[in-house]
């Protein structure tokens, strides 16, 4: 349904068009198609099925990517009525987890969250306990007591702790939103969770995946991001990563997607142990 509504939509946006490959991901938010036009030149056509994450996707196509300098796509059009988005296509394919990639991808990160001025953010311990709120009442029954209690006590904690500032973040930035082609040059791609949020939540998912027995590749990251995390900054992350897990918990069962599910669990079990 999502695909044939995307191709009805394309040609007002782009003329005759091919469809080349069928890129959409398995969470099923969004439809994610590379066409070709009339011209021969390829485009990436994505068609989400909620206003936000258009809505987030295309303020940072406008306001935030042109700092990445070439390193991300260029926005051709938009639709709202659809929440359709054309795109660049970018070269390249899937960056490997190595140094190299996440050297430069730190560099891009940084570009990301110093492209507009930092606002200070002091409501984001409340925030983050109302979210936690709703997840909760969500998916309670998806686990224990004990987890339960572990995740309120991990964000009520953020409360002790200064109140921090909110930059433009990516929110999904893992080496699977990052294309390197065959000059290494590294792109970023998917902006459908950006936001303003505190910096180190930008962090998060690399710290419990990524990074967990690969302190090299955190390293490298982190060089070249510019800025290593204050032992303030690391608590603020750990404590946050209750959100995370808890969310890929019960958006996970709620969309029937066991890896979202499994990487929730891995992020609580791990963030409980506290160290590698």
């Not at 080349?20 to 590379?34: F, I, K, P, Q, Y």
């Not at 300098?69 to 709202?80: E, K, P, T, Y």
Request: proline share 5%.
């Amino acid at each position: 349904m999502m695909r044939t509504g995307l191709e009805a939509q394309l040609t007002s946006l782009i003329g005759r068009f091919q469809v080349v490959r069928d890129l959409t991901r398995s969470h099923g938010n969004a439809c994610v198609l590379e066409v070709t036009d009339a011209n021969g030149n390829h485009w990436v056509a994505k068609r989400h099925g909620r206003v936000n994450p258009w809505l987030r996707e295309l303020r940072a196509y406008r306001r935030w990517t042109p700092a990445l300098g070439g390193h991300a796509a260029v926005l051709h059009s938009a639709d709202r009525t659809t929440c359709t988005l054309v795109l660049s296509k970018l070269p390249g394919t899937r960056a490997p987890n190595e140094s190299a990639s996440h050297s430069r991808a730190g560099q891009l990160l940084r570009a990301l969250h110093t492209c507009a001025p930092s606002v200070p953010y002091p409501d984001y311990a409340a925030d983050a306990e109302g979210r936690l709120d709703e997840l909760l009442r969500r998916g309670s029954a998806l686990l224990d007591r004990r987890e339960i209690d572990f995740a309120r006590g991990e964000v009520r904690a953020l409360r002790e702790l200064p109140a921090p500032s909110s930059v433009p973040c990516h929110l999904d930035y893992a080496p699977r939103n990052w294309l390197i082609d065959d000059a290494h040059s590294l792109r970023v791609i998917d902006f459908a969770g950006a936001r303003r949020q505190v910096w180190v939540r930008d962090l998060l998912r690399m710290h419990f995946s990524n990074w967990w027995q690969r302190p090299d590749l955190r390293d490298a990251f982190l060089d070249g991001y510019g800025h290593h995390p204050t032992d303030a900054e690391t608590t603020l992350l750990l404590r946050s990563a209750a959100i995370t897990a808890v969310n890929g918990i019960v958006r996970g069962a709620e969309h029937d997607l066991s890896h979202v599910s499994e990487g929730g669990r891995q992020i609580l079990a791990r963030l409980r142990t506290r160290s590698p």
